[in-house]
């Protein structure tokens, strides 16, 4: 009577019937394996509890799931739509995030497929050789103290074309304007600048420069950021 309650309702006697130690031994396995790569992601890295918590349980759930598709492709078709129709409402995520994401869900396939020992050499590996190169800064840019986003609010009766840009050739050795927008009912206009500064510590001389100019309206200067929205 016990080993029925483990059964499918639909299982026919050509049905494979997963045992039920087999299930619990891929279960625990993916378990481990996401605490092993939420370990790995944790290291030097900003996050958040809900996504490492996430990512300790995700490879135990795609486990689930493709142990009991098991051959049937009928099912895996179904599977295959719903979580096409899965819509992640939350802020977008960092390439770095989705790639820990693709690398949990890999590592919980290959249990459900059975594969737990190379399921457990791919997060051993692949986690270490990343929080390796974010242990290194690989891909840091050289002198990033350097990179620069500059925005300066102006009145809409001046001319933004050249105005600045004597200023700017003087303090960097590159910059380009990417964005211009109004604000305050169109009164204004704010004006946002990649730039390259040509030494640290002169940002002070600039503003001071640039106030000048704007009618000392507002200028922020932060470090460079990417565009959100490419990876």
């Not at 590592?107 to 051993?124: E, S």
């Not at 001319?159 to 700017?168: H, N, Q």
């Not at 206009?189 to 420069?209: H, I, N, P, S």
Request: net charge neutral; aromatic share 10%; with cysteine.
């Amino acid at each position: 009577m016990f080993a029925k309650v483990f059964q499918g309702i639909f299982d026919t006697d050509m049905t494979q019937v997963i045992a039920l130690s087999d299930f619990l031994l891929c279960v625990c396995s993916a378990l481990v394996i996401g605490l092993i790569l939420a370990g790995f992601y944790m290291y030097r890295t900003k996050y958040t509890k809900s996504f490492v918590a996430t990512l300790v349980l995700l490879p135990a759930v795609v486990c689930v799931v493709i142990m009991m598709v098991n051959g049937n492709v009928g099912t895996g078709v179904a599977v295959a739509g719903a979580f096409s129709l899965v819509r992640f409402r939350s802020v977008p995520g960092s390439a770095k995030e989705i790639g820990a994401i693709f690398l949990a869900m890999g590592t919980g396939l290959l249990v459900g497929m059975g594969y737990i020992g190379y399921a457990v050499l791919c997060a051993v590996l692949l986690g270490f050789v990343s929080a390796l190169l974010n242990g290194i800064d690989f891909g840091a840019k050289k002198h990033g103290e350097l990179y620069k986003t500059l925005r300066i609010t102006i009145p809409e009766d001046l001319d933004y074309t050249d105005v600045f840009t004597p200023i700017l050739q003087e303090y960097t050795s590159a910059h380009e304007l990417t964005q211009v927008k109004t604000t305050n009912m169109g009164s204004l206009f704010k004006l946002t600048y990649d730039v390259t500064l040509r030494r640290a510590g002169e940002e002070k001389q600039m503003l001071d420069k640039l106030r000048c100019r704007n009618g000392n309206l507002e200028i922020t200067i932060s470090n460079q950021e990417t565009n959100t929205s490419v990876l």
